[in-house]
């Protein structure tokens, strides 16, 4: 479940125009093999993808690509006025199937060199794009989301449709996947087809079949559902399971699909990796440009030894050079808060035996492999269960433990919500960690883009809610939080690398609900926190000073449920203006929490808030910051413009 951000590679890049794919279909060869071509040719073009946008999941994109290729190509009615739907419940192998659907006319062909960029092909699928039918990202929502369409359906009277639903084997971790399972056999629900993706792994690690799925083909029977189970990349196999159940109107239908991750490059499929290997490398991220070439070129050759045994030319290629990098200031520090987390915890862990860290299936993107190299009982790998992680560290801490949950805020304080709170009503101390916090990176898309956890958070009472700006915030508020303080703490974390311009670092006294200035000014305050919005902020500061010589004064104020009033009036009254800067929706974040408290320690003045009021689009970070308006520039414009 992982979303590691890497660079884009560095050496010539190549696609497969849409012309041979429509060349692959018109040899005269069996539909099995030319599946089989297709299929390897839209790898070659999820490859170039991923490549060109720097990250993108290689590994859950090929395990599926040839039975979506079969779906596509030869099962699915796609072309009547009551057409097939087919959709990923996980997400992951969006690329994938974004190859597909170019390389059919689905899509426009264009947007394969617009992945993950602004006004592009986003991370993870999006109902606005053409084929894509649902939103997925946010796992175990699809068979939910096909029984309710399949409702609608035979409400229409549009009795043969079907919906081909695929599932990520650790997918089936998440509670909803279970919940919606019974209903579906009960309603007939047998227009349903739901394709296990069962290669057997976690985003990063193996998974056990016996101890941890059991018996897949006994628990879905158990429920009511008609059960195969198929090699997922022996396409005729795949295909004699479909239309053995042509005339099975009744029952919802499950393929345990047996496939291998990373399949169409040997050194990527998951079956290669060493027996003691920690992790898979090809989950997420994109791959580097050695391992780009040879993939490209196992591809290529195999392509090439089929279509030559078809008795018809090799397949040609495009060439692009990849976008050029960049260059930052080398002089300006840049803020990488995940190691240093790493680096406290460690340190909290050898003094206080009471700490536990647990996981939800993101050890790596959360720092946490060395605490669990380091203390292996102590690490309790909980899957993608964020609820259940949740509720177990409530169990933890009320037997002593200082329990730490850690997972993507997008799915740490909005999916175990009810948890979080039903633990701080007990009042004992839950540490929660949410990494990827915010509207970057949004390459991802929305599934992944944390946005609304301060207003889930915010308000469960004996809980802490703080976002440091900084390596040397998140060891004051580790201090503070974790290992001095006496209530539970949420700590939001900014995954990505971020320059800090400014110099200033927080006093040591800082107390809970206080901020620091790290810009002086007396025109106005502007209150920001995280590394992102907060460097945006002074940077704009120093913008609109060098553009009028106003002088705004810049605060970075990390608690974002706790507003110490003493503390506020010695910032805001006097001050013309306040400014708020939100790596949230405006609404439910900090913004409105701050000017209620200014309201109540008497300021008053003029106000101007800056955050999301709808859905963040994706992309890389500068160019979504600058739609949005919260680039330095945006912001002080917008700024000096207010006042």
């Given at each position: 479940m992982g979303e590691l951000i890497g660079e884009v590679a560095t050496d010539t890049l190549y696609f497969v125009e849409r012309s041979e794919f429509d060349r692959v279909l018109r040899l005269n060869a069996p539909d099995a093999e030319k599946a089989l071509l297709f299929a390897d040719l839209a790898r070659i073009n999820t490859l170039y993808m991923i490549a060109r946008a720097g990250s993108g999941h290689i590994g859950s994109s090929f395990s599926t690509m040839d039975m979506a290729a079969w779906l596509h190509l030869y099962a699915m009615d796609r072309t009547s006025a009551t057409p097939d739907i087919y959709f990923s419940s996980k997400g992951h192998d969006a690329p994938g199937l974004y190859a597909l659907l170019t390389a059919l006319g689905v899509q426009d062909f264009e947007l394969i060199h617009r992945f993950r960029r602004l006004d592009g092909l986003p991370g993870h699928p999006d109902r606005l794009f053409p084929g894509m039918v649902t939103n997925t990202g946010s796992l175990g929502m699809g068979i939910s989301k096909a029984k309710g369409m399949s409702h609608a359906m035979s409400a229409r009277g549009e009795h043969r449709r079907r919906i081909f639903v695929v599932l990520g084997d650790g997918e089936l971790q998440e509670g909803q996947i279970w919940e919606s399972l019974v209903s579906a056999a009960n309603r007939h629900q047998g227009r349903i087809i739901a394709i296990v993706d069962h290669n057997k792994l976690q985003s990063d690690t193996f998974v056990s079949e016996?101890?941890?799925?059991?018996?897949?083909?006994?628990?879905?029977?158990?429920?009511?559902?008609?059960?195969?189970?198929?090699?997922?990349?022996?396409?005729?196999?795949?295909?004699?399971?479909?239309?053995?159940?042509?005339?099975?109107?009744?029952?919802?239908?499950?393929?345990?699909?047996?496939?291998?991750?990373?399949?169409?490059?040997?050194?990527?499929?998951?079956?290669?990796?060493?027996?003691?290997?920690?992790?898979?490398?090809?989950?997420?991220?994109?791959?580097?440009?050695?391992?780009?070439?040879?993939?490209?070129?196992?591809?290529?050759?195999?392509?090439?030894?089929?279509?030559?045994?078809?008795?018809?030319?090799?397949?040609?290629?495009?060439?692009?050079?990849?976008?050029?990098?960049?260059?930052?200031?080398?002089?300006?520090?840049?803020?990488?808060?995940?190691?240093?987390?790493?680096?406290?915890?460690?340190?909290?862990?050898?003094?206080?035996?009471?700490?536990?860290?647990?996981?939800?299936?993101?050890?790596?993107?959360?720092?946490?492999?060395?605490?669990?190299?380091?203390?292996?009982?102590?690490?309790?790998?909980?899957?993608?269960?964020?609820?259940?992680?949740?509720?177990?560290?409530?169990?933890?801490?009320?037997?002593?433990?200082?329990?730490?949950?850690?997972?993507?805020?997008?799915?740490?304080?909005?999916?175990?919500?009810?948890?979080?709170?039903?633990?701080?009503?007990?009042?004992?101390?839950?540490?929660?960690?949410?990494?990827?916090?915010?509207?970057?990176?949004?390459?991802?898309?929305?599934?992944?883009?944390?946005?609304?956890?301060?207003?889930?958070?915010?308000?469960?009472?004996?809980?802490?809610?703080?976002?440091?700006?900084?390596?040397?915030?998140?060891?004051?508020?580790?201090?503070?939080?974790?290992?001095?303080?006496?209530?539970?703490?949420?700590?939001?974390?900014?995954?990505?690398?971020?320059?800090?311009?400014?110099?200033?670092?927080?006093?040591?006294?800082?107390?809970?609900?206080?901020?620091?200035?790290?810009?002086?000014?007396?025109?106005?305050?502007?209150?920001?926190?995280?590394?992102?919005?907060?460097?945006?902020?002074?940077?704009?500061?120093?913008?609109?000073?060098?553009?009028?010589?106003?002088?705004?004064?810049?605060?970075?104020?990390?608690?974002?449920?706790?507003?110490?009033?003493?503390?506020?009036?010695?910032?805001?009254?006097?001050?013309?203006?306040?400014?708020?800067v939100d790596n949230h929706y405006i609404a439910g974040g900090l913004g409105e929490k701050l000017l209620a408290a200014a309201a109540t320690v008497g300021w008053s003045g003029k106000v101007r808030q800056f955050g999301l009021t709808d859905v963040p689009p994706g992309g890389q970070p500068a160019e979504v910051l600058e739609r949005l308006g919260l680039d330095c520039k945006g912001l002080a414009k917008a700024i000096g413009a207010s006042f």
């Open positions: 016996t101890s941890d799925l059991g018996d897949l083909e006994a628990k879905f029977q158990a429920f009511g559902w008609n059960v195969k189970r198929v090699n997922g990349h022996d396409i005729e196999a795949f295909a004699l399971a479909l239309s053995d159940w042509r005339n099975e109107t009744t029952r919802p239908k499950m393929i345990i699909a047996d496939t291998v991750k990373g399949k169409g490059i040997s050194f990527m499929e998951h079956t290669a990796m060493e027996s003691d290997a920690a992790l898979y490398r090809f989950h997420s991220g994109a791959p580097d440009a050695a391992s780009y070439s040879m993939g490209l070129q196992e591809i290529l050759d195999r392509v090439n030894r089929r279509l030559e045994t078809l008795a018809t030319r090799g397949l040609s290629l495009e060439t692009v050079e990849p976008p050029a990098r960049v260059a930052s200031d080398a002089s300006i520090p840049v803020e990488r808060l995940v190691p240093v987390y790493t680096e406290l915890l460690l340190e909290a862990a050898r003094k206080d035996g009471k700490i536990v860290a647990l996981d939800a299936d993101l050890a790596l993107d959360t720092g946490l492999l060395p605490f669990k190299a380091e203390f292996p009982a102590r690490f309790v790998e909980c899957g993608i269960s964020e609820m259940d992680m949740v509720s177990q560290a409530g169990g933890m801490a009320l037997q002593g433990l200082l329990p730490i949950c850690h997972s993507f805020a997008c799915f740490l304080g909005t999916r175990a919500n009810e948890q979080i709170y039903n633990n701080a009503t007990e009042k004992t101390k839950v540490g929660y960690v949410g990494a990827l916090a915010g509207i970057l990176p949004a390459a991802p898309g929305h599934s992944h883009q944390s946005v609304r956890d301060i207003s889930a958070v915010g308000g469960v009472p004996h809980l802490i809610l703080a976002d440091p700006a900084s390596g040397a915030d998140l060891r004051l508020l580790f201090d503070l939080l974790a290992i001095r303080g006496n209530k539970s703490f949420y700590l939001r974390i900014t995954s990505i690398p971020w320059e800090r311009p400014y110099a200033a670092t927080p006093p040591q006294d800082l107390g809970i609900g206080q901020g620091y200035a790290i810009r002086e000014g007396k025109d106005g305050v502007i209150f920001a926190y995280g590394p992102v919005m907060l460097a945006n902020a002074w940077r704009a500061a120093e913008r609109i000073a060098a553009k009028s010589g106003k002088q705004f004064k810049v605060i970075n104020l990390p608690f974002l449920n706790q507003i110490d009033l003493e503390w506020l009036k010695t910032i805001v009254l006097g001050a013309p203006a306040i400014v708020t």
